[in-house]
C-alpha cells in the first residue's frame, strides 16, 4: 500500500537541505570554519596582488629611468612617457596614463635601492608609495615608510602623521644624517624603536580643546575624553593603565604619570 500523501510530505526534507549551522556536533562549525577559509584566502590573494603591483610599478619605473638616463636629449623623457602611456593605455588600460608613469619613474627615484624596496612592500601598499612620494628628503620618506611598516599605519594614519610634521618633531631630526641614517638602518634591520624615534617635542594636542589657560583637572579630563587620539599622538609604547595609579620607583611610592603633570595615567612602556 502506498504512504498517504500528509505521511510522504511529512518525511520530505526542507526545501533548500538542513541547516548547517543549526546542526550539532561535528557540523556545527563547519559553515563557520569554511566561511574564515574563504576570508583568509581572499585576504591572501589581495596582499599577493598588491606587492605584484607594487613590484611592477616600481621595476617599470626603474626601466623608463634607465633609459631617460641613457639619453641625454633635452626633452626625451616626457617625449618617451607620453608616447608609452600612449600605447600602453591602448594594450592594457588607463593605469598607465602619463601622470601614473610619472608616479612609477618618481617611486624608482625616490627609493633607488630595491632590497630596501622589498622589505616595503609586503606592508605598504602602492597608496602608501604615493603618500610618501611628495616628500623631498630621503631620510624623512625613509622614517615614514620604515615607521609605517614596524606599526602597520593604514594610508590614511600615514597621511595624518605627515601632515602632523611627526618626522620634524621627533628628536632623530635633529641629529646629524649620518646619525639619523644608522637608527633607520638598525629600525630596518632589527626594528629597534629607539627613544630618538618616538619622542616628540612638541606633541600637538590642539585636538584636545583645553583653553589656553586651564587646571589640571580639565587636563586630564580632555585626555581621557580624546583617549584615542592621545594616545596616538605619543606614539608607540604607551598604554593607558588607570585614570589614577600609584606606582613605585626606586622605593619611592607616588601618584605617577607620564603625560605632563596630569594625574592620568598614560604609562610609558616599552615593549621589547
Same mark, same amino acid.
Given at each position: 500500500?502506498?504512504?498517504?500523501?500528509?505521511?510522504? #510530505? #511529512?518525511?520530505?526534507?526542507?526545501?533548500?537541505?538542513?541547516?548547517?549551522?543549526?546542526?550539532?556536533?561535528?557540523?556545527?562549525?563547519?559553515?563557520?570554519?569554511?566561511?574564515?577559509?574563504?576570508? =583568509? *584566502? $581572499?585576504?591572501?590573494?589581495?596582499?599577493?596582488?598588491?606587492?605584484?603591483?607594487?613590484?611592477?610599478?616600481?621595476?617599470?619605473?626603474?626601466?623608463?629611468?634607465?633609459?631617460?638616463?641613457?639619453?641625454?636629449?633635452?626633452?626625451?623623457? =616626457?617625449?618617451?612617457?607620453?608616447?608609452?602611456?600612449?600605447?600602453?593605455?591602448?594594450?592594457?588600460?588607463?593605469?598607465? =596614463?602619463?601622470?601614473?608613469?610619472?608616479? %612609477?619613474?618618481?617611486? *624608482?627615484? *625616490?627609493?633607488?635601492?630595491?632590497?630596501?624596496?622589498?622589505?616595503?612592500?609586503?606592508?605598504?601598499?602602492?597608496?602608501?608609495?604615493?603618500?610618501?612620494?611628495?616628500?623631498?628628503?630621503?631620510?624623512?620618506?625613509?622614517?615614514? *615608510?620604515? %615607521? +609605517?611598516?614596524?606599526?602597520?599605519?593604514?594610508?590614511?594614519?600615514?597621511?595624518?602623521?605627515?601632515?602632523?610634521?611627526?618626522?620634524? $618633531?621627533?628628536?632623530?631630526?635633529?641629529?646629524?644624517?649620518?646619525?639619523?641614517?644608522?637608527?633607520?638602518?638598525?629600525?630596518?634591520?632589527?626594528?629597534?624603536?629607539?627613544?630618538?624615534?618616538?619622542?616628540?617635542?612638541?606633541?600637538?594636542?590642539?585636538?584636545?580643546?583645553?583653553?589656553? $589657560?586651564?587646571?589640571?583637572?580639565?587636563?586630564?579630563?580632555?585626555?581621557?575624553? =580624546?583617549?584615542?587620539?592621545?594616545?596616538?599622538?605619543?606614539?608607540?609604547?604607551?598604554?593607558?593603565?588607570?585614570?589614577?595609579?600609584?606606582?613605585?620607583?626606586?622605593?619611592?611610592?607616588?601618584?605617577?604619570? +607620564?603625560?605632563?603633570?596630569?594625574? +592620568?595615567?598614560?604609562?610609558?612602556?616599552?615593549?621589547?
Amino acid at each position: 500500500m502506498s504512504p498517504s500523501p500528509s505521511r510522504s #510530505k #511529512k518525511n520530505l526534507p526542507a526545501a533548500g537541505g538542513p541547516s548547517v549551522r543549526s546542526a550539532k556536533g561535528p557540523a556545527a562549525g563547519l559553515l563557520d570554519d569554511i566561511e574564515r577559509l574563504i576570508r =583568509e *584566502a $581572499r585576504r591572501a590573494a589581495a596582499a599577493a596582488v598588491n606587492v605584484s603591483l607594487t613590484m611592477l610599478y616600481w621595476r617599470i619605473g626603474k626601466r623608463i629611468r634607465e633609459d631617460v638616463l641613457a639619453s641625454r636629449r633635452a626633452g626625451y623623457g =616626457e617625449a618617451i612617457v607620453a608616447t608609452l602611456s600612449r600605447q600602453l593605455v591602448a594594450q592594457h588600460g588607463r593605469g598607465f =596614463e602619463t601622470k601614473n608613469l610619472h608616479r %612609477m619613474l618618481q617611486f *624608482a627615484e *625616490a627609493f633607488p635601492d630595491e632590497a630596501i624596496v622589498a622589505t616595503l612592500w609586503r606592508q605598504l601598499s602602492w597608496s602608501h608609495f604615493r603618500e610618501l612620494l611628495p616628500l623631498k628628503r630621503p631620510l624623512q620618506r625613509e622614517f615614514y *615608510a620604515e %615607521m +609605517c611598516r614596524i606599526e602597520g599605519w593604514s594610508v590614511r594614519t600615514l597621511s595624518e602623521r605627515i601632515d602632523s610634521m611627526l618626522y620634524e $618633531r621627533t628628536a632623530l631630526s635633529r641629529k646629524p644624517d649620518e646619525l639619523i641614517r644608522a637608527e633607520l638602518n638598525a629600525l630596518r634591520s632589527r626594528g629597534d624603536l629607539a627613544p630618538v624615534l618616538v619622542l616628540k617635542d612638541p606633541y600637538v594636542l590642539d585636538f584636545l580643546g583645553v583653553a589656553d $589657560r586651564y587646571v589640571e583637572r580639565d587636563l586630564e579630563d580632555a585626555i581621557l575624553r =580624546e583617549l584615542e587620539g592621545f594616545l596616538l599622538e605619543l606614539g608607540a609604547g604607551f598604554a593607558f593603565i588607570a585614570r589614577q595609579k600609584r606606582i613605585q620607583l626606586d622605593g619611592t611610592t607616588s601618584t605617577s604619570t +607620564c603625560c605632563s603633570s596630569t594625574a +592620568c595615567c598614560a604609562a610609558w612602556w616599552r615593549w621589547s
